[in-house]
């Protein structure tokens, strides 16, 4: 798998620094964007409504979500973010790697690992009214508080509400007698997404897919409209015009060549779905960027 499949394959974005694998970022639909397609990271993420209503998926499963809510998405999760109808949403990503708080303890052998592995059952989506939840709600706030205003040893506070956050949801909704089943269907698409990203430079249909992971066409185009939230045309074309992107930033190749590398074959077809997808044309785009 070459750079950029490797990077479109998880999430192209590279989130957290390496000294503090910590980041936060404010995200709007749909100025930003109307959807983010499903995908997964190596990070443990929370999402946290600010404004708005929406849709988030995590493991196949939808929620619509509402100011204040939070969802909890951890590494490896197939997730993505939607539009809901014409709602506008305002959502705080907050993205860290599960290394941040792992320690040579039983805290990480026996607590943390197994969760951040997805091995226990607990609440996702978190919302107001849940147990603890203004606990819970508290330490994002103090948090964004720590991060809005970095002083010396902000850091540690970061960790701290991270460890307080994870401990009440160990407190109120976790038994460790309960382990959770493997998602077959979380499993399969995931399967799906990497033979896309192994192959999209090719002229790929959606009876190549079905074939290569056992299924009919028929079968194979309604799975994943179901369970991506999009079409496969669109997902391929998302998919590209990503890997189009990183290589018009990255490098001096013409846009021809990069069209082709992507596996666009027209060139005035690729052409039009930039321009939709980014506003510009790909020459301007590599111009402001």
Not at 63 to 92: K, S
Not at 150 to 167: H, N, T, V, W
Not at 176 to 197: D, G, H, T
Request: glycine share 6%; charged share 20%; aromatic share 16%.
């Amino acid at each position: 798998m070459n750079t950029f499949e490797y990077e479109n394959y998880h999430e192209r974005k590279s989130h957290v620094k390496e000294n503090f694998p910590y980041n936060t970022y404010l995200c709007s639909i749909p100025l930003d964007f109307t959807q983010i397609n499903t995908h997964w990271n190596e990070e443990v993420e929370l999402v946290i409504i600010k404004k708005g209503t929406g849709m988030v998926m995590v493991d196949l499963q939808s929620y619509t979500v509402h100011a204040g809510d939070i969802v909890l998405i951890l590494p490896g999760q197939l997730h993505a973010i939607y539009q809901l109808d014409d709602n506008v949403m305002e959502y705080e990503n907050i993205l860290f790697k599960p290394q941040l708080l792992y320690g040579n303890d039983i805290c990480t052998s026996d607590y943390l690992r197994p969760l951040f592995n997805d091995k226990f059952i607990h609440p996702i989506h978190f919302t107001s009214g849940m147990k603890d939840y203004e606990q819970l709600y508290g330490c994002i706030e103090q948090i964004d508080n720590l991060c809005s205003m970095p002083a010396f040893g902000y850091e540690l506070g970061i960790k701290s509400y991270l460890f307080k956050f994870f401990l009440l949801i160990f407190y109120d909704y976790v038994d460790s007698a309960s382990k959770k089943p493997r998602n077959k269907q979380a499993v399969k698409l995931k399967e799906i997404l990497y033979y896309i990203s192994s192959h999209y430079t090719e002229e790929l249909t959606p009876g190549d897919v079905a074939e290569a992971v056992g299924f009919s066409t028929s079968h194979f185009m309604k799975f994943f409209k179901q369970n991506s939230g999009c079409t496969f045309t669109e997902y391929l074309n998302a998919y590209r015009l990503s890997v189009v992107e990183s290589m018009l930033i990255a490098g001096d190749k013409s846009i021809l060549e990069i069209s082709e590398e992507a596996g666009f074959t027209n060139l005035s077809y690729f052409n039009r779905l930039f321009k939709k997808k980014y506003g510009v044309s790909p020459r301007e785009y590599r111009k402001r960027n």
